[in-house]
């Protein structure tokens, strides 16, 4: 790659001046001496030529590599001297150019030597080509990057004005503009869930107003709506919270006289089984009750939360290993891959451990019997996401439904144990704590994963 350091545009610089040099003073040295009738007007001649040529091959080398520090960077760099804004660069260098015109005119008037007049002509001529070079090869760069005539002072000028006039014409002008804008923000207020947005109608007059009604009417409406929806949310939190209350105390006693049957010594082994399967579904029912009850406080807000400093990676040990005597009972291998160091985050430890304990109890329930169930904490930057991981025993549907919502499960049968709400359970709580819950299904495999920003 071939490259345009400074000392190489340096030289080809230094070398296009003395090439312009050489020329002007040849044109000033021919010119006294045909008024001197002195000869050498040949050499003279061929010094202005080379002079002529050698100072355009060099500005249009200085051309091409203006700008740019290789022949393969399509890059265009500018100068601090590229700030200045291109009329107000213009108009120095006109000033320049008059300068020059004025001192040559006034050498013209002075009686020099040869050899004078060259030293004279010489330092004009450096001085006019360093000055013509800046001006140049400034505009050759901004040309090159397409900011010669953006950046100036007319340009900007011109915008700002156009951009002041056009404002002034987007303004309402008349009193029909200034109405349909104001029920136009209020409808946009409205949609955004401003219910408290009203407009006044006696500040508006005729199809307006009847506008300016629709939208309150509208708005009425909304609002009526949304009130009835929380309403009948907040009774259905307190009639499940009710329900399951009202249950618990005959569910309770039906609990410990099943447990005292348990302790008879019951010869039958009808009546032992019996008791058995009332022990089964009295101890499910027991489980619905209190999980109807915990995911009506938590969908209604009804929970209190004691946020502390929590180890992630303590949390899923000891969870882990209360589940360890369920797994194998199943013959699911528990595949445990955790940091050795700790993983603080902000969270309640006790309600952070319900929502991994249902991940875990989920993955005891549906996993595929004699596979393997991954678990694992991973650091992301700022955050901790804990995932497990698990084969489902049953084939998932297709266009399976959002399982974390309330009452929604994997299988359509609905003849596992499971309620529907661990997983909401799980996600409510998560979010409540200031985390993120997900899950994604992929084909038989089951993902579940609990984020948390960690300290």
């Known amino acids: 790659m071939k490259e345009y350091s400074n000392g190489r545009k340096g030289a080809a610089i230094v070398i296009h001046q003395m090439f312009l040099v050489m020329m002007v003073c040849s044109i000033y040295g021919t010119g006294f001496n045909i008024r001197m009738h002195a000869g050498g007007l040949g050499e003279l001649s061929l010094l202005m030529v080379t002079g002529l040529v050698g100072s355009f091959v060099t500005l249009a080398y200085l051309t091409n590599i ?33 300068l020059v015109f004025y001192l040559c005119r006034n050498l013209r008037g002075l009686h020099f030597e040869f050899s004078g007049l060259l030293v004279a002509v010489g330092t004009i001529g450096y001085l006019t080509d360093a000055g013509f070079l800046t001006f140049y090869l400034s505009m050759v760069r901004r040309a090159k990057d397409n900011t010669l005539l953006q950046h100036s002072l007319i340009w900007v000028v011109f915008h700002f004005i156009r951009d002041r006039i056009s404002g002034s014409f987007q303004e309402p002008v008349t009193r029909k503009a200034r109405e349909q804008l104001a029920i136009k923000k209020a409808i946009e207020e409205i949609a955004a869930g401003a219910f408290d947005t009203k407009l006044d109608a006696k500040n508006f007059h005729g199809q307006e107003r009847e506008l300016a009604v629709a939208v309150n009417h509208i708005r009425d409406g909304m609002s009526d709506a949304v009130m009835n929806h929380i309403k009948n949310e907040r009774m259905k939190a307190d009639l499940i919270t009710n329900v399951s209350h009202d249950i618990k105390t005959p569910l309770t006693s039906i609990v410990n006289y099943v447990d005292l049957l ?35 406080k938590i969908s209604s807000g009804n929970i209190k939360l004691d946020i502390q400093e929590i180890d992630f990676v303590e949390l899923i040990y000891q969870t882990g290993g209360e589940f360890n005597e369920r797994f194998e009972a199943r013959g699911l291998t528990i595949v445990t891959r955790l940091p050795h160091d700790s993983v603080m985050v902000r969270a309640d430890g006790r309600q952070l451990y319900r ?73 409510n709580l998560t979010t409540l704590m200031g985390g993120e819950f997900g899950i994604k299904v992929d084909g038989d495999l089951f993902i579940a994963a609990i984020t948390f920003h960690k300290i």
Not at 72 to 81: A, S, V
Not at 374 to 397: G, M
Request: net charge negative; proline share 2%.
């Open 66 to 98: 203006c700008g740019r520090r290789s022949d393969e960077d399509p890059n265009i760099y500018l100068n601090l001297i590229d700030r200045l804004y291109t009329d107000l660069h213009l108009l120095l260098m006109i000033m320049f150019i008059y």
């Open 262 to 296: 348990k302790r008879e010594n019951l010869e039958n082994e009808n009546a032992r089984g019996y008791i058995r399967i009332l022990d089964e579904k009295s101890q499910r029912l027991k489980q619905l009750t209190e999980d109807l009850v915990e995911a009506s």
């Open 355 to 427: 929502a991994v304990e249902n991940l875990y109890t989920n993955a005891a329930k549906y996993a595929l019997e004699n596979t393997r169930v991954y678990v694992s904490l991973e650091e992301h930057d700022k955050e901790a996401v804990f995932t497990i991981k698990n084969i489902s025993s049953r084939q998932l549907p297709a266009g399976i439904p959002d399982l974390t919502e309330r009452f929604v499960r994997g299988e359509e049968s609905r003849t596992t144990e499971g309620s529907g709400l661990g997983l909401s359970i799980a996600k």
